[in-house]
């Protein structure tokens, strides 16, 4: 018997009792959660509801779980299946999707495994509203619960916003900031955008599943040209989309496994029932590294908690917060207060000499052009001598997710020339994996999955697409001869390697920019020349 479950008998029991003895007992307190108001409007004719086979999940809570205690449970993921609210549904496309779920559980155990960090925080906001908790597994069809996931339609963050879909439900973006990957406030957002969905199509969840997937206006236009034809409205019979048809079974398929993963032969670890991030005012802006320092923290797990943020620093208009891991909050907050705004972020002061440019500058002090422009408004990246500049004391390299993702702030799809970037679309091959793909086409395993929210390890399907970069191609066949040139100092510990990986360059490239052989030793404070696309360094 569930916790919940034994507490609704209980209370009977104690109302029962009181009443034989002619005593009054209170009943036992919950805390209602408030469930979407019905529709203002008029109920779909029954022609739109579809056959048995295809009938639309409503939301209908078992009485004793719309009340359930969050608390109740050890496991996070118990907690999820007891506010599961939509209907089973049979239907052959939720079979093909559940198929591969089944066949592929490693997968599963990865994606969990980054979820972990924000499963609570969500489950909790969709719990508090009184949707369905089905909702918590959306990121999974998404992202991959990965933050820094971003798709060809310029789709961003766990919830996979487009940024005018993300400005209309209020999630800011600037050189600083992208609020469609910031934890908090995408999951509002798209909480607020399913809400809006659910309403307009008269409380039928899966119709607001799909126009999330697709847009409301396609949705739409698909009802009312099957209500002119005499046909079915509902979901199941819409000419929507292939994407779209694949999205809402993958979620229901993920709702059923997830509902009873035993029965598929499967077992997930146990994710505890309790915060994993706390959030911390910072009242001023805050360099992340300095912030991982005063939390005892990896700069990694930072960065996975705080993901919205495009650079070495947060955002100087706000918002003025950062997540960190639960058991470090205490230490942060006390830490912090320690610190002046000047501590915060430190900055150099440099003034131009004459001649001086401003990639000269940056070249001098590990930068570039464009961070200096930024920090200091520089319109058109023009200065003059005698100009005092603040340079920003950049502490370390930025991991290559946060790269990217300023990258695409910098310089938004183009290519090393400038121009606008085609794209390839792969088909894959029976037997083919993300290695042999990436190798046919000259470029890092680690690219070609990162283009498409994969993880390096995972499992292809004959005919699935994947998006190979032009400029990918053209690297390999010019030997990057029109890639921008870069000097770096190699660091101790570094090794021709490890400097070719983290640039996302061959070894024999980096060998031959350099005139080394096998027989060269590279040593720290030695500086190497290399050619790379632009939006992998640092800006």
Same mark, same amino acid.
């Given at each position: 018997?569930?916790?919940?479950?034994?507490?609704?008998?209980?209370?009977?029991?104690?109302?029962?009792?009181?009443?034989?003895?002619? *005593?009054?007992?209170?009943?036992?307190?919950?805390?209602?959660?408030?469930?979407? %108001?019905?529709?203002?409007?008029?109920?779909?004719?029954?022609?739109?509801?579809?056959?048995?086979?295809?009938?639309?999940?409503?939301?209908?809570?078992?009485?004793?779980?719309?009340?359930?205690?969050?608390?109740?449970?050890?496991?996070?993921?118990?907690?999820?299946?007891?506010?599961?609210?939509?209907?089973?549904?049979?239907?052959? =496309?939720?079979?093909?999707?559940?198929?591969?779920?089944?066949?592929?559980?490693?997968?599963?155990?990865?994606? &969990?495994?980054?979820?972990?960090?924000?499963?609570?925080?969500?489950?909790?906001?969709?719990?508090?509203?009184?949707?369905?908790?089905?909702?918590?597994?959306?990121?999974?069809?998404?992202?991959? &619960?990965?933050?820094?996931?971003?798709?060809?339609?310029?789709? =961003?963050?766990?919830?996979?916003?487009?940024?005018?879909?993300?400005?209309? &439900?209020?999630?800011?973006?600037?050189?600083?900031?992208?609020?469609?990957?910031?934890?908090?406030?995408?999951?509002?957002?798209?909480?607020?955008?399913?809400?809006?969905?659910?309403?307009?199509?008269?409380?039928?969840?899966?119709? %607001?599943? %799909?126009?999330?997937?697709?847009?409301?206006?396609?949705?739409?236009?698909?009802?009312?040209?099957?209500?002119?034809?005499?046909?079915?409205?509902?979901?199941?019979?819409?000419?929507?989309?292939?994407?779209?048809?694949?999205?809402?079974?993958? +979620?229901?398929?993920?709702?059923?496994?997830?509902?009873?993963?035993?029965?598929?032969?499967?077992?997930?670890?146990?994710?505890?029932?309790?915060?994993?991030?706390?959030?911390?005012?910072?009242?001023?802006?805050?360099?992340?590294?300095?912030?991982?320092?005063?939390?005892?923290?990896?700069?990694?797990?930072?960065?996975?908690?705080?993901?919205?943020?495009?650079?070495?620093?947060?955002?100087?208009?706000?918002?003025?917060?950062?997540?960190?891991?639960?058991?470090?909050?205490?230490?942060?907050?006390?830490?912090?207060?320690?610190?002046?705004?000047?501590?915060?972020?430190?900055?150099?002061?440099?003034?131009?000499?004459?001649?001086?440019?401003?990639?000269?500058? =940056?070249?001098?002090?590990?930068?570039?052009? @464009?961070?200096?422009?930024?920090?200091?408004?520089?319109?058109?990246?023009?200065?003059?001598?005698? *100009?005092?500049?603040?340079?920003?004391?950049?502490?370390?390299? +930025?991991?290559?997710?946060?790269?990217?993702?300023?990258?695409?702030?910098?310089?938004?799809?183009?290519?090393?020339?400038?121009?606008?970037?085609?794209?390839?679309?792969?088909?894959?091959?029976?037997?083919?994996?993300?290695?042999?793909?990436?190798?046919?086409?000259?470029?890092?395993?680690?690219?070609?999955?990162?283009?498409?929210?994969?993880?390096?390890?995972?499992?292809?399907?004959?005919? *699935?697409? +994947?998006?190979?970069?032009?400029?990918?191609?053209?690297?390999?066949?010019?030997?990057?001869?029109?890639?921008?040139?870069?000097?770096?100092?190699?660091?101790?510990?570094?090794?021709?390697?490890?400097?070719?990986?983290?640039?996302?360059?061959?070894?024999?490239?980096?060998?031959?920019?350099?005139? +080394?052989?096998?027989?060269?030793?590279?040593?720290?404070?030695?500086?190497? @020349?290399?050619?790379?696309?632009?939006?992998?360094?640092?800006?």
């Amino acid at each position: 018997m569930t916790p919940n479950k034994r507490q609704f008998f209980l209370g009977c029991t104690a109302l029962l009792l009181a009443a034989c003895a002619h *005593q009054p007992v209170a009943p036992p307190q919950r805390e209602p959660i408030v469930l979407p %108001a019905p529709p203002a409007e008029t109920p779909i004719a029954p022609s739109d509801t579809g056959s048995v086979l295809g009938a639309t999940p409503t939301l209908t809570m078992p009485r004793e779980w719309q009340h359930h205690n969050g608390e109740d449970y050890d496991d996070l993921f118990d907690r999820m299946r007891a506010g599961f609210a939509l209907d089973e549904v049979q239907e052959p =496309a939720i079979d093909v999707q559940l198929a591969w779920f089944e066949h592929n559980p490693d997968y599963l155990e990865r994606v &969990f495994q980054r979820g972990q960090r924000y499963l609570y925080h969500i489950i909790t906001e969709v719990e508090a509203r009184g949707m369905p908790l089905e909702f918590a597994l959306l990121p999974v069809v998404e992202s991959a &619960f990965e933050p820094f996931a971003y798709s060809r339609s310029r789709a =961003a963050g766990l919830w996979q916003f487009i940024p005018d879909t993300g400005s209309r &439900f209020g999630l800011k973006r600037d050189w600083w900031y992208d609020g469609r990957r910031d934890v908090i406030e995408s999951t509002r957002a798209a909480l607020d955008y399913l809400q809006a969905l659910h309403d307009q199509f008269n409380g039928d969840w899966l119709l %607001a599943i %799909a126009a999330y997937n697709v847009g409301e206006n396609s949705v739409q236009r698909e009802m009312d040209f099957n209500r002119a034809n005499g046909k079915p409205a509902d979901f199941w019979h819409l000419r929507l989309p292939a994407e779209t048809r694949a999205y809402v079974p993958k +979620l229901l398929a993920l709702k059923r496994l997830m509902a009873e993963p035993e029965r598929y032969g499967l077992e997930f670890a146990v994710i505890p029932n309790e915060p994993y991030f706390a959030l911390i005012d910072t009242d001023s802006q805050i360099d992340m590294k300095i912030a991982a320092q005063l939390a005892g923290t990896s700069y990694d797990e930072l960065v996975a908690l705080n993901p919205g943020y495009n650079r070495w620093a947060t955002d100087p208009d706000g918002p003025h917060r950062i997540l960190v891991p639960i058991d470090n909050a205490d230490a942060f907050d006390a830490a912090l207060k320690t610190l002046g705004p000047d501590d915060r972020v430190r900055f150099a002061s440099h003034e131009v000499g004459r001649k001086e440019t401003l990639l000269m500058i =940056a070249k001098q002090f590990g930068t570039t052009p @464009v961070v200096i422009s930024k920090i200091n408004d520089l319109k058109d990246g023009k200065i003059t001598a005698g *100009q005092t500049l603040k340079i920003p004391e950049i502490s370390g390299q +930025l991991p290559d997710k946060v790269l990217l993702a300023a990258s695409r702030v910098d310089r938004p799809e183009t290519d090393l020339g400038g121009r606008r970037q085609r794209q390839i679309v792969y088909r894959v091959r029976a037997g083919e994996t993300l290695s042999s793909i990436a190798r046919r086409h000259g470029m890092p395993v680690s690219t070609l999955a990162r283009l498409n929210n994969l993880g390096a390890q995972d499992t292809l399907v004959k005919g *699935q697409r +994947l998006v190979i970069k032009a400029s990918a191609r053209r690297l390999r066949d010019e030997g990057v001869v029109s890639g921008r040139r870069l000097l770096y100092t190699v660091r101790r510990g570094d090794t021709v390697y490890s400097i070719s990986r983290q640039f996302q360059v061959s070894v024999s490239q980096l060998k031959s920019w350099n005139g +080394l052989n096998e027989h060269h030793q590279i040593k720290a404070g030695k500086r190497l @020349v290399m050619y790379v696309d632009s939006n992998r360094q640092q800006g």
